[in-house]
Structures are given as C-alpha cells and as structure tokens.
C-alpha cells in the first residue's frame, strides 16, 4: 500500500521570499568578512610592532639586527658580539620614582665593570608602599647620550608597564651588552630610570618634555 502526503506550501514561502532574503544574507557575510579581517590585521599587527621596535627603538628596544643576533644567544649560548677584552666600561646605575607612584626604587647592583660585546644581568628591587595595586612604566635614559645608541637592552622591565601587589616587592632585570664599536672615549656611562605613573610615562614617551629629559638624567 502506498502513501502520499500533500503537504501544503508554507506561506509565503517561495523562490521570490528566498530570493528576498539574499541581499540581507550578502550584508552578513560582508559583516563578518570584516570583523575576521580586523583580528587577522591586529595579530598581524603584533610582530609587526616588535620589528619596529627593535629596528627603530621605540620603547626602550634598540639595536636593530644586533638586538636579534643578542636575544638569540640567550638561547644558543653563543656571543652575540665580539668581546673586546682589551677595553672595559663602567656602568653606574640609578633609579627614580617619580610623584604619583607610591613606590620605592633600588639597583641592586650600583654599579658594573664591562667588557663592550659581554652579556651583562643586573636586577633593580621595587617595592609598592601603599595599600591598593598600582601600575608604573619605567623610562630609561643613557649618559653621555652619544653611548645611548650603543647600550642595548636585550629583556628589560621597562619594555612594559608593571603592576605590584599591596606592599608587594620584586626585584626586576635587565639583560644589556655594550656594542664593541662604541666610542673608545666613553670609559663611564649611567643608565637611569625613572619609574611613572602609567598616565603619566605615555604623556612623558610622546611630549618628552624638558623636565622629563632632566629627571631621567639626574
């Protein structure tokens, strides 16, 4: 026995509704060809900002080629430059936290004696004094500035901002070696930083204005 069922046409449903419906389902897909667009060109973004930074050094990374040539001898143990043992340079270091930031800031070593090309490790502690979580960003500063260019730092706080606990204390590195083809003048130099208000270090970063440039020298 054979059964036939007849169902009716829904209404309204024909070719003509489908039909319809195809330029709204058209501007979906344009929607969401551009929202996956947009999260492909901000990951993309991301190695793109490293590069430059090293290559240009913005914020605090420098050394272009010699800064990848370093950071990948963190990880084969081979020197990343040519020591120049018959040369050494001391390094003082100094740190200061400015007004805002209820922090205290101390170079755990002074100061070092290097070889220009050698991988040197030195570790500032800080400590948040008050009660409630707070945010700072430290801004380096080389002198003389004609070593600046010369100084690279191959890992360092300073690359992000940093955020403490209440009374929290950490003690925080920087990796750094001086290029060997520094000028042979420069015997002494000081990096210093100066730890900011998050706020208030983007404004210091773009204006770099007088009174910041003085603080990072001091």
């Not at 709204?24 to 930074?53: D, K, W």
């Not at 020591?83 to 740190?95: K, L, W």
Request: proline share 9%; charged share 15%; glycine share 8%.
């Amino acid at each position: 026995m054979r059964f036939e069922a007849n169902h009716p046409a829904l209404p309204g449903a024909n070719c003509a509704t489908f039909a319809g419906a195809s330029p709204h389902r058209r501007q979906v897909l344009r929607l969401l060809a551009i929202i996956a667009g947009s999260i492909l060109f901000t990951i993309a973004l991301v190695p793109f900002y490293n590069v430059l930074c090293r290559v240009t050094g913005l914020n605090g990374r420098t050394g272009g080629d010699d800064y990848i040539r370093a950071e990948s001898s963190l990880v084969s143990g081979e020197p990343a430059l040519r020591v120049d043992y018959g040369r050494v340079v001391r390094i003082e270091f100094t740190g200061t936290v400015m007004p805002g930031l209820p922090w205290r800031m101390t170079p755990l070593t002074p100061a070092v004696s290097t070889h220009p090309g050698e991988l040197q490790v030195v570790k500032y502690r800080v400590r948040n004094m008050s009660d409630r979580p707070t945010s700072g960003q430290a801004i380096p500063g080389i002198t003389p500035g004609e070593a600046a260019p010369f100084f690279h730092k191959i890992e360092c706080f300073c690359f992000a901002h940093q955020t403490l606990a209440p009374f929290e204390e950490r003690d925080m590195a920087v990796v750094f070696v001086i290029k060997p083809d520094m000028n042979p003048d420069v015997g002494e130099l000081t990096l210093a930083y100066a730890f900011f208000p998050v706020a208030a270090a983007r404004i210091a970063q773009v204006t770099q204005i007088p009174s910041v440039r003085s603080a990072l020298q001091s």
